[in-house]
């Protein structure tokens, strides 16, 4: 009995050790989380970083100085470039280690290693989708460059001898909750990093939903409610501008899509896109006589920023922005002659193609009157507390057959099965080499020279130079197709569905100096019809796009202040193109109390989305419930998903066609009216806002039922933000969601000394622990911009220094 007892005692101790040193579940490792010297409490930082720290590192090939401002954004001097990025990479991993390290673990499919079986569906869509395939061949491109090579070698590293420097006790936060260890780093994990930004901006596809409609509704109706250039446009190029080029020829249609498009043959709704603004004006509409650009890409939001802000001087090079938290260079920014921005274009360059097997074994394919032989690619994955797994993916020489068996996975809906992926992010590119040539131009021809170089995804670089030149491009690499190619599923036993070459980069449509005196973007429509190429068939929007124009028209003497309240404008130009339609097919007869003061206040709104008004509240869910009465009952098919024709079309059939079939519900006897629908779905806004909010009132505030905030990367209980009670919508220049939005907003004034402005919804470091975590939100919610100290040299007195490391080998 006594050895039992004795047993017991020596057990116990073991299992509860056990016990509270393992993770399980969403739970960390408590002992180890809670110990004092290595768990949480080392990663609190207080507001006095150490003033002057000296460091040795054996890879820095000469002396190199950090100086951290009073937001503690790092200005990097080196000699060389190599230590440039360096020293890039070693700091950006020591403020970011653990997002740069989740990004692209999650860009490559390895999310399973750090969380488990709960991430195995979306490891699986990662790879089959062809990230890291993408990247490997990106790399490929990057290490050809001996400029780009130097950049992915120095910076990477930079951030393995930043990881060798840590232990257990200094590890970021989320390393202990999650409790795994950074890996050493990788140049393949820079490219992931940017096969990722290509994801996010061009991997979305609605060929399924598109191909569905047009096997429904024949080739009339499609051609009808999904038009292929809009009611309402204010194109990026201005109209009427000449292309200064003789085209290629474009390749011949199929006549099998000539057919199809000639004989009659779960519900995904289309939504705003991830997009961006950007416009410059020339010194001809400013005060100073010198251009000005502003830039304010929409991303989700997060916690720590999807930026990073730096300073990167070196013989031949001084440039100040944003960067990618895990790529060298700066993305977004400007230097001592020039200043330049990214938004979205939104370029078809992902199409799926129907494959032909041989048989049930997958083993060949029929393509050009052959059978062409299947190449499989294993992709085995790591499971935390499981076994691996092996994924094997069959590619074509389109690209990856992405499923056979769709999962239950939302990011898989818009992929069919049985069909191969053709994506421009799969292809040999060379990304950085761009980032370096615009950090280093001097003038409009520099800014030419850098964007052959950049691939995908393809973005508008608005350009501005000290020389008085504005500039716009809707750039990157496009395929040459047929009109329409890829707006439907293509035919992969066909070569004439095949990419034919791409468009030349010298050709793709660009304005310099236009007479209106401004270049601007907000996502819309490249061009007008006049183009002689096919880029795509649908944009974002022209809303945001036509009221920048129409402000950037009527404004002089324009100052840096002047497009920061731009940037803020919540007008919305959707709000005016329905409102005058809407209010009086109203019944007000048949309101109800709450419905009546709601009609008023939208009656009397001034159409801005601003933080306070209840009408802005009112106005979107009503019109999104408005949405789906028109079309939930013809294109809502859960054996065959299918989209909504675009608010564009929408709105011209309301202005337009009041009396159209499409407005009777085709599940009911009664023959519905647009009145019908517009009073049923104000009484449902109404009704749903009292329902969640009470009796209406300051409840119903757009802030507060907008909800916005920026939530932690990994979303991570109490790592996010507070809800920010800020105006905006996706429909004007402000586009705020709940957590989408301006992701970085820079004002640059160019001149003799460029002035630069700048925030984004967060702060430099990473850990949740640091004073410098969160700290720009607040400035960012209230629409002010800091100061960007453009340092000269290291000792600049301008730059209100706090902090400073000096790199030396010994």
């Not at 799926?352 to 994955?381: L, T």
């Not at 819309?524 to 796009?545: A, L, M, V």
């Not at 709601?598 to 001034?606: E, M, P, V």
């Amino acid at each position: 009995m006594n050895r039992v007892k004795a047993l017991i005692c020596i057990l116990i101790p073991i299992l509860l050790g056990y016990s509270l040193n393992t993770k399980f579940g969403d739970l960390p490792p408590i002992l180890k989380f809670l110990n004092p010297f290595t768990g949480f409490w080392q990663n609190a930082e207080g507001m006095s970083p150490s003033k002057n720290k000296k460091i040795v590192l054996k890879n820095a090939k000469d002396k190199i100085e950090i100086a951290f401002d009073d937001r503690m954004i790092p200005h990097v001097f080196a000699q060389n470039d190599h230590d440039l990025y360096y020293a890039q990479g070693y700091v950006t991993a020591m403020h970011r280690l653990w997002q740069m390290d989740f990004q692209t673990r999650f860009a490559a499919g390895r999310i399973s290693e750090v969380v488990g079986e709960k991430a195995i569906e979306v490891d699986k869509y990662q790879r089959r989708m062809g990230m890291v395939y993408g990247a490997e061949n990106s790399l490929e491109g990057m290490m050809a460059d001996p400029h780009a090579k130097e950049m992915l070698l120095a910076y990477t590293q930079g951030i393995n001898d930043y990881i060798k420097s840590l232990n257990r006790r200094n590890l970021p936060v989320e390393y202990k909750l999650l409790d795994f260890k950074p890996e050493q780093w990788t140049p393949i994990k820079c490219a992931l990093l940017l096969k990722q930004m290509s994801a996010v901006l061009a991997m979305g596809s609605d060929e399924f939903y598109m191909t569905n409609i047009l096997k429904k509704y024949g080739p009339a109706i499609t051609k009808d409610l999904f038009p292929d250039y809009p009611f309402k446009e204010d194109p990026i190029i201005p109209v009427g501008t000449k292309w200064d080029f003789a085209p290629l020829p474009i390749p011949a249609t199929p006549k099998s899509f000539t057919d199809m498009m000639s004989t009659n043959i779960a519900t995904k709704q289309k939504e705003e896109g991830i997009g961006s603004n950007n416009w410059a004006v020339s010194g001809v509409k400013t005060a100073s006589g010198f251009p000005i650009l502003a830039n304010d890409p929409h991303l989700d939001l997060t916690l720590p920023s999807i930026w990073y802000q730096i300073q990167l001087h070196a013989p031949g090079v001084n440039a100040y922005g944003v960067s990618l938290p895990g790529a060298p260079g700066i993305i977004i920014g400007f230097n001592q002659n020039i200043a330049w921005g990214v938004t979205n274009v939104a370029a078809d360059v992902l199409d799926f193609y129907q494959i032909k097997f041989k048989d049930d074994k997958h083993q060949s394919y029929w393509y050009n009157n052959k059978w062409q032989d299947i190449k499989p690619r294993y992709e085995k994955i790591k499971i935390k507390g499981a076994a691996d797994i092996v994924d094997t993916v069959l590619y074509t020489h389109h690209g990856p057959v992405v499923y056979f068996q769709k999962p239950n996975y939302g990011r898989a809906a818009n992929v069919p099965t049985g069909h191969a992926l053709r994506w421009i992010a799969h292809d040999k590119s060379n990304e950085l080499k761009a980032f370096y040539l615009l950090n280093r131009g001097k003038n409009y021809n520099d800014y030419r020279k850098a964007l052959p170089y950049f691939t995908a995804p393809a973005q508008n670089f608005i350009f501005a130079s000290v020389d008085n030149d504005i500039a716009i491009t809707p750039n990157g690499k496009f395929p040459l197709k047929w009109k329409n190619q890829g707006k439907f599923i293509l035919d992969g036993t066909d070569p004439s569905n095949d990419w034919q070459g791409w468009i030349p980069a010298s050709q793709n449509p660009t304005v310099k100096n236009p007479p209106r005196n401004f270049v601007s973007s907000a996502n819309q429509s490249s061009t007008d019809p006049s183009y002689p190429y096919y880029i795509n068939w649908e944009f974002s929007p022209y809303e945001r796009g036509k009221r920048i124009n129409d402000r950037l028209k009527a404004m002089e003497k324009i100052t840096a202040d002047s497009m920061r309240n731009l940037q803020m404008d919540s007008y919305s130009i959707m709000a005016e193109n329905l409102v005058p339609y809407l209010l009086p097919l109203v019944n007000m007869a048949n309101l109800n109390a709450t419905q009546k003061e709601a009609f008023n206040l939208t009656s009397k709104w001034n159409k801005y989305f601003d933080a306070k008004s209840v009408a802005a509240s009112v106005f979107d869910l009503w019109t999104k419930r408005l949405s789906i009465e028109i079309w939930d009952d013809e294109f809502n098919d859960k054996q065959n998903p299918m989209r909504y024709p675009s608010r564009d079309r929408t709105i011209e059939l309301i202005q337009k066609d009041p009396n159209a079939k499409w407005f009777d519900n085709v599940n009911t006897a009664k023959k519905e009216t647009l009145s019908d629908l517009v009073n049923s779905s104000f009484k449902y806004a109404c009704d749903s806002l009292e329902r969640k909010y009470g009796p209406i009132g300051e409840h119903w505030q757009w802030a507060n039922v907008k909800n916005t905030n920026v939530p932690h990367l990994a979303k991570i209980p109490g790592f996010g933000s507070k809800k920010l009670l800020i105006g905006g919508s996706k429909s004007t220049v402000n586009a705020l969601s709940e957590s989408n939005g301006p992701s970085w907003r820079m004002v640059i004034e160019l001149g003799k000394t460029p002035k630069g402005h700048g925030v984004y919804p967060g702060g430099q470091s990473g850990n949740p622990g640091s004073p410098f975590y969160d700290n720009m939100i607040d400035a960012w919610a209230e629409g002010k911009l800091y100061e960007l100290f453009f340092m000269q040299s290291p000792d600049d007195k301008t730059g209100k220094i706090i902090s400073r490391y000096k790199i030396s080998k010994k």
